[in-house]
């Protein structure tokens, strides 16, 4: 497995307008992804600061899911309705995912 760990700034409202515009990926998600989760998470000290993870079954998948030409419509469509409320761009950091606890 791989994920990635976007950290970004939002301005006030915006993520709620975050929180929509992850439930529209599922619009335009491919079933043939590779993408097994996406969690969106609030900085709780830091409303302003949010974290989203995404989880693949590979980096791979991933890297082929960012060029998609099924996706591209969707995904700028995404990144119009976020640009009013992002603060600055999204710092990315990239994981390999070394075990995982399922209860």
Do not use: N
Request: charged residues 30%; negative net charge.
């Amino acid at each position: 497995m791989w994920a990635q760990l976007s950290s970004v700034r939002v301005t006030d409202g915006g993520a709620e307008v975050v929180g929509r515009a992850m439930e529209h990926l599922r619009t335009f998600e491919q079933p043939d992804s590779g993408l097994l989760r996406t969690i969106v998470m609030q900085d709780q000290k830091d409303p302003l600061h949010l974290f989203v993870l995404v989880v693949f079954e590979s980096e791979e998948k991933a890297r082929a899911r960012e060029v998609d030409p099924r996706r591209q419509e969707g995904v700028q469509a995404l990144r119009d309705s976020l640009a009013g409320v992002l603060d600055a761009a999204p710092e990315y950091t990239d994981l390999d995912v070394l075990a995982e606890l399922v209860p």
